[in-house]
Nanobody, 126 residues
């Protein structure tokens, strides 16, 4: 069982930055691939970024590539999402999610992640 808790959301102006953190519980954190997803009002949940259990594999949605960076520290049990050059279109509730996998190949669909945090709101003003 993995429990996840996100932090770091907030209100920022266009072009600003935010850093989201996810603190998973559990002793086998380094066996879990992690994903960041987001859901804007009236829209479906979408994949944002993912990182493999070892950290060797990362993947980004085209909409955030070059602006967002996902990282993890398995010693500290943390996964971060650094978001730069934020745009109003990035406004959403952001969720971290986990799935048990040692593969560097990442999954992009929410249904493949059994563990989820409660979400944190990110609002980018124009």
């Amino acid at each position: 069982q993995v429990r996840l808790a996100e932090s770091g959301g907030g209100l920022v102006q266009t072009g600003g930055s935010l850093r989201l953190s996810c603190a998973p519980s559990g002793r086998t954190f380094n066996s879990y691939a992690m994903g960041w997803f987001r859901q804007a009002p009236g829209k479906e949940q979408e994949f944002v970024a993912g990182i493999s259990a070892s950290g060797a594999g990362t993947y980004y949605a085209d909409s955030v590539k070059g602006r967002f960076t996902v990282s993890r520290d398995n010693a500290k049990n943390t996964v971060d999402l650094q978001m730069n050059s934020l745009k109003p279109g990035d406004t959403a509730v952001y969720y971290c999610a986990a799935r048990l996998s040692l593969s560097n190949s990442l999954r992009l669909t929410p249904s493949e992640y059994p563990y989820w945090g409660q979400g944190t709101q990110v609002t980018v003003s124009s």
